[in-house]
Structure formats: C-alpha cells, structure tokens
C-alpha cells in the first residue's frame, strides 16, 4: 500500500521517477514482458446475472 499512497514528499519523487522511468529502456521490454503474458490467460465466460426490477 506505501507504494500507491506514499506519505513523504521523498517517497512521492521517487515513485514518480519510477512511472518516468518504466517507460524506458530497458525497462520497457521488461513490462511489455510481463504485460504479454496476459494475452495467455483464458477467462470462463460467466452468464448475465437476471435482471430484477
């Protein structure tokens, strides 16, 4: 949770540098990596629930 709502001016620059910096090299092929993995995973197909008026 520190991470997402940091609570010090400092840990607020870094996470900032940190999202500049994902977007780099070579970070960049690391995350896109990562993120293609997602493409494999299958979800179930789950039915609509009924709709009550």
Do not use: E, V
């Amino acid at each position: 949770m520190q991470g997402y709502a940091p609570d010090s001016a400092l840990m607020i620059r870094l996470r900032a540098a940190s999202m500049r910096w994902m977007g780099r090299w070579p970070l960049r092929s690391l995350l896109a990596a990562q993120f293609a993995k997602a493409g494999d995973i299958t979800l179930p197909d789950y039915p609509l629930p009924a709709r009550t008026a």
